[in-house]
């Protein structure tokens, strides 16, 4: 009887220890615990968040123990974000929506827009444009229109949803010559959103300027897209961001949905 009750007791102890030391993870209770667990957030945009890059939907669930909904379209541009059609995937029930739009827009002078003269951009030549029609399909002409048209119609449509839209990342395409590659078209689309989000009252979550990538150490893209090597230090190829910017990406993105908690 002594020897079973000693027994008992160093089992007892081995089992605490293996708990201690991240063991037995049967006993862990099931599920992702996180700040926003129960809560859904619709990933939106174009192909970086899409489910091309399956990491994306993994570190934002393993961060905050929510369920996020993968529906960026790959290779479109903010136009089409912007549409009806892509609306449709709006109509699942989520809480955030969180849109990184423009990774196909060159961004070049005279096709961005602005709703004022006065703005950063008017200042720079861009026109100046009018609001679209969230009732119709939408028909605008500049990266502004498109931008704005999501915004206003996502406030119509899905009133109890908190939409949090970044600016865009910096990129590299075939050469520092393409339009995509240049830091003024960068910082244009940048300056639309921030227009748009002040326009809006929608959160903007600078990501442009919070995550200061330098694009001297990433590769440079060049078609077709490989979506499983990593060529960079945060960029899978110079467009797309690998886990390390998705890390670094995600941290920004949980600390705003948790103002608009």
Not at 234 to 254: A, C, Q, R, W, Y
């Amino acid at each position: 009887m002594k020897n079973k009750r000693i027994r008992i007791i160093l089992i007892a102890i081995a089992v605490i220890a293996l708990l201690a030391a991240g063991g037995l993870v049967f006993f862990r209770p099931a599920g992702p615990e996180g700040p926003l667990k129960g809560k859904v957030i619709f990933l939106a945009g174009d192909s970086r968040s899409s489910t091309d890059y399956t990491f994306y939907k993994e570190i934002l669930e393993r961060k905050t123990g929510a369920k996020v909904l993968v529906e960026g379209a790959s290779g479109c541009l903010t136009a089409y974000n912007a549409s009806n059609e892509y609306f449709e995937r709006l109509k699942q029930k989520h809480d955030f929506s969180i849109w990184l739009v423009g990774g196909n827009d060159e961004g070049s002078a005279g096709t961005i827009g602005t709703f004022s003269a006065e703005s950063e951009l008017g200042k720079t030549g861009e026109k100046v444009v009018t609001e679209t029609d969230i009732e119709e399909e939408y028909n605008g002409e500049t990266f502004i229109q498109a931008v704005d048209h999501i915004m206003r119609k996502y406030k119509a449509e899905c009133p109890k949803g908190r939409m949090i839209f970044c600016t865009d990342l910096p990129q590299q395409r075939d050469s520092k010559e393409s339009e995509w590659s240049k830091e003024e078209n960068w910082e244009r689309k940048r300056e639309a959103i921030i227009e748009c989000c002040e326009k809006n009252q929608v959160q903007c979550l600078d990501l442009y300027g919070l995550c200061q990538f330098d694009m001297e150490e990433e590769p440079m893209f060049k078609a077709p897209t490989d979506t499983e090597t990593n060529k960079g230090k945060f960029f899978m190829d110079g467009l797309h961001p690998n886990p390390n910017g998705i890390e670094k990406i995600t941290d920004f993105e949980v600390e705003a949905m948790l103002k608009e908690k």
